[in-house]
């Protein structure tokens, strides 16, 4: 029962992403589905997995960490949540991609315990687009800047911004986030800055994702659409 639930779901997100590509005359391939599977048991993890996904989504370290572990090496795991200085050395090396770099300090830290690693590790600056005080991530003016900043460390490397768009009730409503978070990329990657790259564009959830691939997302960010409601309480 949860096996076809979870497939069912999976096929429907699927479907919705390639139909918001054709309307923006964009190919599949470049839209990458992140599976978000934060709070979910590693049962339902395999389920996708074996569908065939292989980029997950976390926001927790230890949840992460232990679900590297159990899970099949071949997973691409994405850091999406806030991370402590503190923490970074448990996901260093293990990691696609962490992107949540919102300051200079998160970046320098990364940078250490990369090194110790002896890998680079690929970040996306986290913009908060709309400004929304109950969440992380640089305003857009201060993009630029950060990115100069961080491009100094070579043990990381910016691929491109990540932001998390308010909750609305009409996924319509955050179009003009989303393309002014095209548009700053665009900005960017046009200083040509050393060790800067603005080919990632990680936004749109469930509530809003099809916007955001219309705007110009390459990685969607989906949770409740493929794995259902989260319950925290548990
Ligand atoms: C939980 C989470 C998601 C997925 O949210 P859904 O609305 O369940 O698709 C995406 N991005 C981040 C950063 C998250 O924390």
Redesign the pocket.
């Known amino acids: 029962m949860r096996k076809e639930e979870l497939l069912e779901n999976l096929k429907s997100v699927e479907e919705r992403i390639e139909a918001a590509c054709d309307r923006a005359g964009r190919n599949r391939e470049d839209v990458t589905l992140i599976a ?1 599977s ?1 709070t979910m048991p590693i049962e339902d993890l395999q389920v996708i997995y074996d569908a065939g996904i292989r980029q997950f ?1 976390e ?1 927790k370290v230890q949840e992460l960490t232990g679900k590297i572990e159990t899970m099949p090496s071949d997973i691409n795991w994405h850091m ?2 806030h991370l402590q200085r503190n923490k970074v050395k448990y996901i260093a090396g293990k990691v696609k991609m962490i992107h949540s770099v919102d300051s200079y300090r998160l970046a320098e830290e990364i940078n250490i315990q990369a090194k110790k690693k002896g890998v680079i590790e690929p970040v996306l600056i986290e913009i908060n687009a709309a400004d929304e005080a109950s969440k992380f991530g640089v305003r857009l003016d201060e993009a630029k800047q950060l990115c100069n900043e961080v491009a100094s460390l070579d043990s990381v490397k910016i691929m491109g911004l990540m932001t ?1 768009a308010p909750n609305v009730v009409v996924p319509e409503e955050n179009r003009e986030i989303f393309h002014k978070i095209k548009c700053l990329a665009v900005d960017i990657e046009k200083e040509n800055i050393d060790n800067v790259d603005m080919s990632i564009i990680s936004m749109g ?3 809003d994702f099809e916007v955001a691939i219309e705007e110009g997302a390459t990685h969607v ?5 493929i794995f259902g409601k989260r319950n925290y309480n548990i």
């Open positions: 978000v934060k989504g926001n999406i949540g998390i959830m469930t509530n960010r989906v949770g409740t659409a």
